[in-house]
T-cell receptor, first 115, second 108 residues
Framework: AAGVIQSPRHLIKEKRETATLKCYPIPRHDTVYWYQQGPGQDPQFLISFYEKMQSDKGSIPDRFSAQQFSDYHSELNMSSLELGDSALYFC??????????????FGPGTRLTVT | DAKTTQPPSMDCAEGRAANLPCNHSTISGNEYVYWYRQIHSQGPQYIIHGLKNNETNEMASLIITEDRKSSTLILPHATLRDTAVYYCIVLNDYKLSFGAGTTVTVRA
């Protein structure tokens, strides 16, 4: 079965640079979520999109922005990178089942290292 | 948000059932209980979810108490590949709030 695709899988950037992470959801999934997991920490919700509109926002820094495109893929843009942005970034997608339950399926993550 | 409480760690013998408890005493009537697991540095993996009734799928069973204040995830025959951090989450506004889960170590 098709899974969530994230690219790149690994990314090394220097401080103050920008980075763009991409996420391709499972086909026919219309909702995308982004999570950040720092070293030794649990995943933290950043932002989500439903039908190309931002649906919820968590602890996402103002230096980060994201969007969902017409083909439902999503990009997380990160500017003025800081050492503390080094983390695993997961994308998840879910279908709109209309039943009130929403399983999220996660991608393999992008490991961002800021030096 | 409804908070969940899980034991920080537990060991399980390979081939035996693993019973993972979770307390969620402030859960609202329309909130689902979800279970995910994360094998080291991989993306979290959906296991199962439920509202009121007990649920079973190919991975696990979920037992929810009648008052819905607690639940138990059952892995019927644990294998070494089930070693992971298991998260019990009460879904709020569709986003997952990962708290401190249970680190399950399956031993041969």
């Amino acid at each position: 079965a098709a899974g969530v695709i994230q690219s790149p899988r690994h990314l090394i950037k220097e401080k103050r640079e920008t980075a763009t992470l991409k996420c391709y959801p499972i086909p026919r999934h219309d909702t995308v979520y982004w999570y950040q997991q720092g070293p030794g920490q649990d995943p933290q919700f950043l932002i989500s999109f439903y039908e190309k509109m931002q649906s919820d926002k968590g602890s996402i820094p103002d230096r980060f922005s994201a969007q969902q495109f017409s083909d439902y893929h999503s990009e997380l843009n990160m500017s003025s990178l800081e050492l503390g942005d080094s983390a695993l970034y997961f994308c998840a997608s879910s279908p709109n089942t209309g039943t009130g339950s929403y399983e999220q399926y996660f991608g393999p993550g992008t490991r961002l290292t800021v030096t | 948000d409804a908070k969940t409480t899980q034991p920080p760690s537990m060991d399980c013998a390979e081939g035996r059932a693993a019973n993972l408890p979770c307390n969620h005493s402030t859960i609202s009537g329309n909130e689902y209980v979800y279970w995910y697991r994360q094998i080291h540095s991989q993306g979290p993996q959906y296991i199962i979810h439920g509202l009121k009734n007990n649920e079973t799928n190919e991975m696990a069973s979920l037992i929810i108490t009648e008052d819905r204040k607690s639940s138990t995830l059952i892995l019927p025959h644990a294998t070494l590949r089930d070693t992971a951090v298991y998260y019990c989450i009460v879904l709020n506004d569709y986003k997952l709030s990962f708290g401190a889960g249970t680190t399950v170590t399956v031993r041969a």
